[in-house]
């Protein structure tokens, strides 16, 4: 478990699990401090190289979209995330061409049948889909990536940062009542509760 502070954002603590045993590895971003009034969705236009490299934070919380990709995953899915444009885009490929293609390995090469048992056009959409997001990985199609989170605890890097950065659009939304509720908030007392609980220990 290590304490990492990220420039014009927050601390946040990365930890990571290795089993000797089985091999296994897990690397998971956990973001703390108080519950902010409004989510925050930031949209990134990747345009380069440059941009496939920034920094990014996806927290537990967050949902990442890419419209040009029809690529959406949901909050929750792939737990919190540190890493780049192209290092999140490339987990996403070999998690879902591991379940699309029943691979152990989702970087591996799709071995000669595999996906057979699918009907001909879902394969084919498959196939069309995973080239679009390679292509994208590797810098052949520019794209927009859109982090929502109403946490407002996921982060792009700005390259011009403390100045606007053109590429990067942040705005500040009001959580859906659904949102709350999903989050556990709409149970969770936020003010007061210093007094509330003074009262209590008088009684």
């Known amino acids: 478990m290590k304490m990492v502070h990220i420039p014009y954002f927050k601390q946040v603590v990365l930890m990571s699990t290795v089993c000797d045993s089985c091999g296994y590895r897990s ?25 496939l490299a920034r920094d990014l934070l ?8 890419c419209p040009e990709l029809q690529l959406r995953v949901e909050p929750g899915t792939m737990g919190g995330r540190f890493t780049t444009v192209e ?22 090469e799709i071995p000669e049948g595999a996906g057979d048992s699918m009907p001909t056009e879902s394969k084919r959409s ?3 889909f995973f080239k679009q997001l390679t292509d994208a990985i ?15 605890s996921s982060y792009v890097q700005s390259l011009t940062a403390p100045e606007k950065d053109p590429q990067i659009e942040i705005e500040d939304y009001d959580r859906t009542e659904e949102e709350e509720e ?9 003010e ?12």
């Open 27 to 51: 690397n998971e971003v956990k973001t703390g401090g108080e519950v902010p009034e409004q989510g925050r969705k930031i949209t990134l236009q990747v345009k380069s190289e440059v941009d």
């Open 58 to 65: 996806k927290s537990e919380s967050c949902a990442l979209a």
């Open 87 to 108: 290092g999140i885009l490339t987990n996403i490929r070999k998690d879902l061409r591991g379940q699309a293609f029943g691979l152990e390995d989702g970087d591996a």
């Open 126 to 128: 498959w196939e069309d």
């Open 138 to 152: 590797e810098n052949r199609k520019p794209f927009t990536l859109v982090l929502e989170d109403p946490m407002a």
């Open 182 to 190: 999903h989050l556990g908030l709409k149970d969770m007392k936020t």
């Open 192 to 203: 007061n509760y210093q007094e509330d609980g003074e009262a209590e220990k008088e009684n």
